[in-house]
Every structure is written in structure tokens, then in C-alpha cells.
């Protein structure tokens, strides 16, 4: 019963703070949407900043389910592939952004923290998918495996960097950035057989 109350608590203020950001809800938003007492809300958590926690822990589930949807039965040159397009298209840029430019600002400790565990989240997904391509022939096995995961890591961040700094008056769009990315990894992974699949997908549609 505990336990079904502090998850409806979670839930209930995953949802505000998604749709208003995390400064404008405060607690008494929240208990005013479960028509509870501060007094019980207390009992579960005891400050704001412990909930904004546990949220950003469901948010981050909520990708990692996600990703794991769409790249369910694909091999490794088409997962690199996905991956890199939904990042040119900002398919997982939605009302997240507001809650997340939030938490950066407001609360840095946890921003810290969680980016921290998402990018080594991030790191051992990559891992997993090199290993994966050298078994299935598609990866090159001369590949410093740790290695290259950690320079597509630094790779991937300048790419963020620059997304953050465009303008209005651009000259290179983001989804540009992405493919030409994506083009230096496939060089220097793929073996003959990764180039013929990736070779065989249309990376030009918009």
C-alpha cells in the first residue's frame, strides 16, 4: 500500500513536471492533484529534490525502453544507422526538454549526477553493439573496442556543443552534422560486409 502511494506521487509529478517544468510545480501543486496532505507526502518524500530525482530515474527509463523498442531485431550497422537519424531529427526533443533545461539549472547536483549514469549507460550500449558487429563480421576486429567507444563519446559531444550554439543564421543544419558523423564512424568500423548494408540505406531522406 506504501509503495503504491509513493509511486502514484511519482507519477502524478512526473507528469506536471513535463508538462510545466520542474520550477513551477511545487509540492503543494502536486498534493493538490492527489488531494493529499503535505503531512502524507512527507512520509514519502522528504524534499523536493528527492522526488525530482526519482523522476528523472523514471524519464530515464522511459528511454532506455524506447530505444530498446526500436532497435529490437535490427543488426548493428542498422542500429548505429537509427540511432544517428533520430538524433538528426530530434525524434526524442519534446515537451522533456522544459523539465530537463529545469533540472540543469535548478537542480545541477542531480543533472550531475544523472548525465553521469546516461552516458555511461550510453557508453555500454555502444560497447555492446561493436562487440556484436565483430561477431557478426560487420565490425572490423582489429577495433580497439573500449577505445573507439570512448572517441565516438567525445565525437558525439562536440555535436551537442554545436546544437546548442546555432543560430538562426546557420550554415551547416544539425542533420548534417549528424550524417557526416555517422559517415567517419562507418569508415573507420565497418568491415566489407558493413559497407554493403550500410551502403544500401537511403541516409538522404528528410
Same mark, same amino acid.
Given at each position: 500500500?506504501?509503495?503504491d ?7 502524478? *509529478?512526473?507528469a506536471l ?8 510545480v ?26 525530482? *530525482? *526519482? ?10 525502453? &524506447? ?10 550497422v ?20 522544459r523539465?530537463a ?5 535548478? &537542480?545541477?547536483?542531480i ?26 563480421? &560487420?565490425?572490423?576486429?582489429d577495433?580497439?573496442?573500449?577505445a ?13 556543443? &554545436? ?11 544539425y ?10 564512424? *562507418?569508415h ?5 560486409e ?13
Amino acid at each position: 500500500m506504501a509503495e503504491d502511494i509513493k509511486e502514484k506521487i511519482l507519477s502524478t *509529478a512526473y507528469a506536471l513536471f513535463r508538462q510545466r517544468g520542474v520550477r513551477d510545480v511545487t509540492i503543494d501543486d502536486i498534493c493538490r492533484s492527489l488531494s493529499m496532505s503535505k503531512k502524507t507526502f512527507y512520509q514519502y518524500y522528504s524534499q523536493k529534490e528527492d522526488l525530482v *530525482a *526519482a523522476a528523472v530515474d523514471v524519464h530515464l527509463e522511459e528511454k532506455r525502453r &524506447y530505444f530498446e523498442n526500436i532497435l529490437r531485431g535490427r543488426n548493428p550497422v542498422e542500429v548505429l544507422w537509427v540511432m544517428t537519424d533520430m538524433l538528426a531529427r530530434k525524434k526524442t526533443a519534446d515537451s522533456d526538454s522544459r523539465m530537463a533545461a529545469d533540472i540543469r539549472k535548478y &537542480y545541477p547536483d542531480i543533472f550531475i549526477q544523472k548525465t553521469k549514469s546516461r552516458k555511461a549507460e550510453g557508453m555500454r550500449i555502444f560497447l555492446e553493439i561493436i562487440y556484436q558487429g565483430m561477431e557478426a563480421g &560487420y565490425v572490423r576486429r582489429d577495433l580497439d573496442p573500449e577505445a573507439a567507444v570512448l572517441q565516438l563519446a567525445f565525437m558525439h559531444q562536440g555535436m551537442i556543443l &554545436y546544437q546548442d550554439s546555432l543560430s538562426g543564421g546557420r550554415r551547416v543544419s544539425y542533420r548534417r552534422v549528424c550524417l557526416a558523423f555517422l559517415d567517419v564512424v *562507418a569508415h573507420a568500423l565497418f568491415t566489407a560486409e558493413g559497407w554493403e548494408i550500410y551502403n544500401s540505406m537511403d541516409k538522404n531522406e528528410e
